[in-house]
C-alpha cells in the first residue's frame, strides 16, 4: 500500500483488494454529534453552509481529526444540486429538505433545468481545499439518487408513505420517468464534478427506495440509478450505492452497477453476500441506535458484524444510516479504535 487516498484501506477494500485492517467510517459523521460542529454552524444556514468551501473544509476535517476514520464524507446534502440548478427549497433544522413548489406536472418537470458544472463550483473548490489537507485519507463524494431526490421534490418534504411519489410512478410513467432522467443528469454532472476535483469514491444514496417492491424498483427506479453509476464507470473511483430497508432490493441496487452495497442493520452482512455475489464489497452495518446500548453491547455487536462481513470480498465498516445527533462522540471514537484493532 502506498501513501496515496488511491490505494487507501476505503478504496482497497472497495476493490476487493487486500487490507491491513477494516476500513471505519460512519455516514453522517459530520454534524450534529459533534459540539465543534454545532458551534461553527452558529447562525450560518445548512444550505449556506454548504456554499462555503473554507466552512465546508472545516465541518468535514472535524470528524476526520476527532475520530480517526478512515474516510472523510464530503460536507454538503443530498438536495444541494438541486437548489443549484434552481429549485426553490430549503432545509430546515429537524424537518430536513422542503419545497416551496412541489413537482407534480409535466409544466414542472420541464422547468427542472440541468445542473451545469459552474453552478456548483463552490463544491469543486471545497474539495480542492480538502485535499492537501486530507493526505492519504480518502473524501468520499456523494449523491443522492433519482428516486430519493424525486420523492422529496414530488412530496415537497420528507414523507412516511411516499403516496404522491407513487402516484406520479404508477398513475404517469411516462412523466415518472422524464422527471427521473432529469434527476439522473443533475446527479450524474454534480458526481463528475466531484471526481473531477479529486474525490477518491462517491456513495450514491437511495436513502428511501426501500419503500418499493424489487419489481418496482427495477422497472421505475434502477434505470436511472444504473445510468448514474454506469457513467461514472470510466472514472475508475469506486462507486458505493446505499439505502434504508432495502433487504429486498440488494441484488438489483448491486446489479444496478455497485462496487460496494451498502446495507442497513436489518440484514446481516453475510446474508448481503448471498443475494449480492461475490464481485462487490459491502458497506455497514451496525444499527446506529445501538450506540446507545452499554459498551459490552456495543462491543459485541461490532465484533459480529465484522465477522459476518468477513464473508464478502471486501467490506467498509459503517453503521447501517446515519449517526443520530445525540450519538456520544467518545463512543463513535472508541468505536473506530475497536474496528481497527480487531
Ligand atoms: O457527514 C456526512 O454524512 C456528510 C453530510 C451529509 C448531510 N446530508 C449533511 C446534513 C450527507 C451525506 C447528507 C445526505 C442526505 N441528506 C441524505 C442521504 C443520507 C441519509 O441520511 O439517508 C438525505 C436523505 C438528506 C436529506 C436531509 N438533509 C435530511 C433527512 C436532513 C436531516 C433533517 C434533520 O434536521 O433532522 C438533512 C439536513 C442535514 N444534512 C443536516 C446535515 C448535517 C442537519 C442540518 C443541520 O445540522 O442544521
Known amino acids: 500500500m502506498s501513501n496515496s487516498p488511491a490505494d487507501s484501506a476505503l478504496v482497497r477494500a472497495a476493490r476487493g483488494l487486500e487490507v491491513p485492517r477494516t476500513p471505519v467510517w460512519f455516514m453522517r459523521q459530520a454534524g450534529r454529534s459533534l459540539p465543534e460542529y454545532r458551534k461553527i454552524r452558529q447562525g450560518v444556514a445548512m444550505l449556506e453552509s454548504c456554499r462555503r468551501p473554507e466552512l465546508v473544509t472545516e465541518i468535514t476535517l472535524q470528524p476526520v481529526r476527532r475520530h480517526g476514520v478512515d474516510a472523510a464524507i464530503l460536507f454538503s446534502d443530498i438536495v444541494v444540486p438541486l437548489a443549484a440548478a434552481g429549485v426553490d427549497l430549503d432545509i430546515v433544522p429537524g424537518t430536513g429538505p422542503v419545497i416551496a413548489e412541489p413537482i407534480r406536472t409535466a409544466a414542472a418537470v420541464e422547468a427542472l433545468r440541468p445542473l451545469e458544472a459552474t453552478d456548483v463550483s463552490y463544491v469543486a473548490e471545497s474539495i480542492r481545499l480538502l485535499l492537501p489537507e486530507l493526505g492519504a ?3 468520499i463524494g456523494f449523491a443522492g439518487a433519482p ?31 422524464r422527471l427521473c432522467s432529469r434527476l439522473a443528469d443533475i446527479t450524474l454532472t454534480f458526481l463528475r464534478v466531484q471526481i473531477e ?3 477518491s469514491a462517491v456513495q450514491l444514496f437511495d436513502s ?4 418499493l417492491s424489487e419489481a418496482d424498483y427495477r422497472e421505475y427506479v434502477m434505470p436511472h440509478s444504473a445510468r448514474v453509476l454506469s457513467g461514472l464507470a470510466e472514472a475508475g473511483v469506486p462507486r458505493i450505492h446505499f439505502g434504508v430497508g432495502t433487504g429486498v432490493l440488494l441484488e438489483a441496487m448491486g446489479e444496478a452497477g455497485a462496487d460496494v452495497v451498502g446495507v442497513d442493520w ?12 461475490p464481485a462487490r464489497s459491502l458497506q455497514g452495518n451496525l444499527d446506529p441506535a445501538i450506540l446507545f446500548a452499554p459498551w ?3 462491543e459485541r455487536e461490532t465484533r459480529r458484524v465484522l465477522a459476518q462481513g468477513k464473508a464478502a470480498r471486501g467490506h467498509i465498516f459503517n453503521l447501517g444510516h446515519g449517526v443520530m445527533p445525540e450519538t456520544d462522540p467518545d463512543v463513535l471514537t472508541r468505536l473506530v479504535e475497536l474496528v481497527h484493532s480487531v
Open 137 to 139: 485519507t480518502p473524501l
Open 147 to 177: 428516486f430519493t431526490l424525486a420523492s422529496y421534490l414530488i412530496e415537497g418534504g420528507p414523507s412516511r408513505t411516499y403516496l404522491r411519489t407513487k402516484a406520479m410512478m404508477y398513475g404517469d410513467p411516462e412523466l415518472w420517468h
Open 197 to 199: 476535483a479529486g474525490v
Open 208 to 211: 428511501w427506495a426501500g419503500a
Open 266 to 277: 436489518r440484514t446481516p452482512l453475510d446474508r448481503a453476500v448471498s443475494v449480492v455475489g
Open 296 to 298: 459490552e453491547v456495543v
